[in-house]
């Protein structure tokens, strides 16, 4: 039961890390690394599934060794989340190639295995599975016990976590002189984001404690089965990752960047993206900028009126302004003090308005529900009353009175 639902929380987290690249795409390419660190967990874990669970032989052959470079990565990518979003920047420098040489040595290391008969691996993955005992004694053509691996793995995932810690505690110290709700939108995310880091550090933790029962006991079956019943009650462990992400939409549906200036750079572009200033004592870039931000997305929305088109939302506004999805929410949130769907259906209730004040109209209320941007004659009805008050058609009367 137990190993059923492990592999119910492994799809859950692939299926998240796809929503991910789905809707962050644009928004805040930041989240892509955290997309990639949990599909990449999410293989590692199918894969210690099927030797934990006694899973498919033919799945299991396909897995195990062949992606093991990929699982190097898992730690690194996680940090550059973290560090991407506090800089605001999702770019990668020269001097972070060296993040990738684990995975890079590990790619030639299983050369060896990778061209072995495929017939040998699946003689070999049922072997595994029938007697799960022999897998610190297997040969995968390492020229060193394969173990180190799973230690190196866990060892790198704390080193990383530990890093990604530093980072927020030090973020979380920067934005004490900012005050408002720029403040607790920071505090909140960085939040989240310890809690998550913590949770992999617990993780990493239990891994390391899983490999090392074969140095403490010494009869493999009796060490195997305690490495199982780690396994199985990380559970608990496994399932808090897709919750913490469901629980906070803004990891799969934009996650909000911090980037912090001196109160004098107020100019976007002419900012370059890799300059490096001290967090401590300085105004966010973003909030710098939101007076500005707040006028031109004003102004644009009465110039161009782009809410007339069925379907227009924050990323279409995002797109033609060229400010990312979140910035422009927290922007309209501040400023206005409403939410992007209530700040655009405003726009179109006072349009529909526009359009019944004109005299001698024949426009019934479906063609000013359509031409004002509206899905539905319902859609507009619920609008218009939640703004207003009263019903279109009780308006248009009071409205007819009136002229």
Not at 197 to 221: H, P, R, T, W
Not at 257 to 266: A, D, S
Not at 283 to 306: A, C
Request: charged share 15%.
């Amino acid at each position: 039961m137990r190993a059923d639902a492990f592999l119910i929380i492994v799809l859950l987290g692939a299926l998240l890390s796809i929503m991910m690249v789905i809707n962050n795409r644009h928004a805040n390419k930041n989240a892509l690394y955290l997309a990639a660190f949990l599909f990449i967990l999410c293989i590692e874990a199918f894969t210690s599934w099927n030797y934990h669970a006694q899973g498919n032989p033919f799945v299991f052959a396909l897995l195990l060794n062949h992606v093991a470079p990929l699982y190097t990565l898992k730690a690194p990518l996680l940090y550059f989340f973290i560090r991407g979003n506090i800089r605001d920047n999702h770019t990668l420098s020269a001097t972070d190639s060296w993040h990738f040489l684990p995975a890079f040595l590990h790619l030639l290391l299983i050369i060896p295995y990778v061209i072995t008969p495929f017939s040998e691996k699946l003689a070999l993955t049922q072997s595994l599975i029938n007697h799960p005992e022999l897998y610190p004694l297997t040969d995968l053509k390492y020229p060193y016990p394969h173990t180190f691996n799973l230690y190196f793995r866990g060892f790198q995932m704390v080193v990383y976590a530990f890093l990604s810690l530093l980072l927020l505690l030090r973020f979380k110290k920067s934005i004490r002189p900012i005050t408002g709700e720029l403040q607790k939108l920071y505090r909140f995310s960085a939040n989240w984001l310890l809690l998550f880091v913590g949770v992999m550090l617990v993780v990493a933790l239990m891994q390391m404690l899983m490999v090392a029962q074969v140095s403490f006991i010494d009869n493999l079956k009796v060490a195997t089965q305690r490495a199982t019943a780690i396994f199985e009650s990380g559970i608990f462990v496994y399932a808090l990752l897709p919750v913490i992400l469901m629980a906070y939409p803004r990891f799969l549906y934009g996650f909000p960047t911090f980037r912090f200036r001196k109160p004098q750079l107020v100019d976007r572009k002419s900012t370059p993206l890799g300059t490096h200033i001290t967090l401590n004592n300085y105004s966010s870039h973003v909030f710098q900028n939101l007076q500005s931000l707040s006028t031109e997305i004003s102004e644009y929305m009465q110039r161009d009126k782009p809410f007339l088109k069925s379907g227009f939302k924050v990323t279409d506004l995002a797109h033609t302004l060229q400010v990312p999805p979140h910035h422009i929410q927290l922007c309209i949130s501040i400023q206005f003090g409403k939410t992007v769907v209530d700040y655009i259906n405003e726009f179109k209730i006072e349009y529909a308005c526009e359009l019944m004040k004109i005299p001698d109209n024949s426009y019934s209320m479906e063609v000013v529900a359509e031409k004002s941007g509206f899905v539905s004659t319902d859609d507009f009805d619920s609008t218009f009353r939640s703004i207003k008050g009263i019903t279109p058609r009780q308006w248009y009367l009071s409205a007819k009175e009136l002229n």
